[in-house]
């Protein structure tokens, strides 16, 4: 591939990574609101209906992966992705925990 294609080709998979987990991170905390549950929530993001999904209910399976970036460091600033080492999100979707605390943490996980 001609490599001016390739680093437009990786920023507009670094940008997608970036808008789902905003999505995710703003679905959840919405999700979270409107069933004012108490304790410790976790959701999956699922990118394909735009809406986060309560990961402990019953019966509820992980959303297909949807994850473009397949070297993604803390550099890209996409949420969820900490470390300088290279992360492959392409088998990943986002998951958002809101503690007891109301903090927010997004990250990458398997979808499998």
Do not use: C, H
């Not at 998979?13 to 905003?22: F, G, I, L, M, P």
């Not at 549950?37 to 297909?64: H, I, M, R």
């Amino acid at each position: 591939m001609i490599p001016i294609f390739t680093g437009q080709l990786r920023k507009v998979k670094v940008e997608t990574d970036q808008a789902n987990a905003r999505a995710g991170k703003a679905a959840a905390v919405t999700a979270a609101l409107d069933t004012q549950s108490e304790g410790e929530l976790t959701y999956y993001y699922d990118a394909s209906k735009g809406v986060a999904v309560d990961a402990k209910a019953n019966g509820v399976k992980k959303p297909s992966a949807y994850g473009k970036t397949s070297d993604a460091t803390a550099a890209d600033k996409i949420e969820g992705v900490t470390e300088d080492t290279k992360q492959d999100l392409t088998d990943k979707i986002v998951q958002i925990k809101i503690g007891t605390d109301s903090a927010v943490t997004v990250s990458w996980v398997s979808a499998k």
